[in-house]
Every structure is written in C-alpha cells, then in structure tokens.
C-alpha cells in the first residue's frame, strides 16, 4: 500500500487519475454519523498522522480532498509578502466544503482566515487542528521538497543550494518570490497564519508529540487520551477496545510523504547557526506554543 500510494503522490498522471475517481467513490458512501471533519496543519506538522487516526475511526472515511487556500485563488490573484491569498473564489470553495459528506473528512493546509472560519461554521464542520514543535517542522519540509520532485521549490532546493544545512536555513529565514514562481514566508509568519485555531470554538487542539505515541518517541497513554478528546469532539463514542485498535495502528509509514516522524528530531539537525536564526523569526512564537519555555535552548 505504501509503494501505490507514493507512486500516486509522485507521478502528476496517476494523480489526475486517481483522486478523482476516489472522490467520486467516496460521495458514493453516505448515511455515516457524526459532523464533516477538517484536519488542517501547518505543512509538515503531521497531517498524515491525524488523517491515519480518523481512517481507522470505525464508519468514518476519507473524502479525497487535500487542500490549501492557494487553489481557490481568483485568477492573477498573487500571494502577498505573508503568504496569504488576498482574493479567493469563496463560492468554489463554499461548493467543495459542501462536497464532504457527513461522517467524512478532508485535510487541508488551511490558515485560520475568519471567513473560512465563518464557512466552516456554516457547514457544521467539527476541526482538528494538529501543531507540531516548528523546529521539526522545519527538518521534515527541507526534507520533504528536496525530495519530492513535484513541489513547486524542488528545483531551487536542489539547483541552488547544495547542502542540507542550507535547506534547513531556507525553512526558517524562508525565501523571497521569483519571476517564475512563489517563494516560502519564515516558519514564524506560518505559524501566525495558523495560530488562530486554538480560539476557533470549533476547533480541537491536537499536538503531534500526543499522538505518535512510543514508536514516535512519545506516550502510549497519552496517545490513547489524545484519541478520545478527538473522538468527543467529532461526537464519536469509542469503546477501551476501539481506543486501542486505532492507537495501534494510527503511528504509521504508510504514508507517501512520511520520513522519520519522531519527536526532537531537530536536535540531529540544528546547528548554532539554525538556532539563533531560528529565535529571531519564531523564538517567541515556540514559547507561546509551549514547546519551550525560554529562549535559552
């Protein structure tokens, strides 16, 4: 399974192909319980891992739909300097949200725009939104676009710089627009653009580090903790056993985009360098964040 998934993830025909054909699959599957989930991250804070978790809900099913507010942009509409999409086609994406059936969920990279919050609301979505330490964030994306030849800055990463430790830099400090293309905001404007999920009343906070559970280098304890807040905010009732199964089986490398996905793996990564550029554009913002309580780190 992991061999056909990340050969849909890299091949652009295969992709075409298949996920509309899921999708059409998937709104096939009616009748499930429970509200319209989102799971939205920050990119590389995990969203594989809460999209396993929901999968191996019993009659819960995946929608076929990943997205990011970039794709309802208006036409020549441009990103501005924070990475926001100043003008999107809401009735679109109203139309999409409105294609998740009950008892499904999609993932997204969505920011906590107000209006989107709004829609969402609208719509009776219940969200999950998944926060990961951003220095992890950090390894997993100067991994992940090197690697993934489809991304629209795979050809700047491997062309333009020749190291990891560069690629690392990139991911914190960002890298401004080209002629032919976007650039990447610093980790501190992402987390700003998300942050504003943890007031949304409709939201459930979902740290990464409470979900991997011991293979990930976390608590098996509090893992199965973590599954029940979520399935209580989703309405879903969960038996000791139901907990249990899916606890088992939501740590995976399945996933076409999973690495290494463990706690701290940035301390194999940073150098002095990576740190003090990383407390000048997010220093405060992993503070707030609780992930550390200074910044003598």
Known sequence: MAAVAKAVSENETLRKVFIPTYRLLARTVMFYP??????????????HLVASLLKNFPR?????????????????????VAGNVPELDWDRLEHALKTVNRGHFMTAHFPAVPELRDMLQRLEYKTVFMIRDPRD???????????????FLNERFNQDM?????????????LPATETGPGLISIGQRITNYVGWKD??????????????????????????????????INR???????????????????????KGVIGDWKNHFND?????????????????????????
């Open 200 to 233: 949304d009343p409709d939201t459930h906070l979902c740290r990464f580090e409470d979900l991997v559970g011991a293979n990930g280098g976390g608590s098996d304890e509090m893992q199965r903790r973590e599954i029940e807040s979520i399935a209580n905010h």
């Open 137 to 151: 964030v950090v390894i997993s994306n100067a991994f992940y676009i090197t690697r993934l030849k489809r991304h």
């Open 60 to 80: 819960m099913m995946f929608s076929g739909r990943h997205s990011s507010l970039a794709e309802w942009a208006l036409p020549g509409a441009r990103s501005d």
């Open 34 to 47: 429970g509200p319209r989930v989102l799971a939205t991250s920050v990119p590389k804070a995990g969203t």
């Open 237 to 259: 009732t969960l038996s000791p056993g139901d907990v249990q199964r899916i606890a088992r089986k939501t740590w995976s490398q399945d996933s076409s985009t999973f690495r």
């Open 162 to 174: 020749s190291t990891l430790d560069e690629r690392i830099m990139a991911c914190i400090t960002g």
């Open 273 to 297: 360098a990576h740190r003090e550029a990383f407390k000048r554009v997010a220093g405060q913002e992993i503070v707030d964040l609780g992930f550390e309580q200074n910044l003598d780190w």
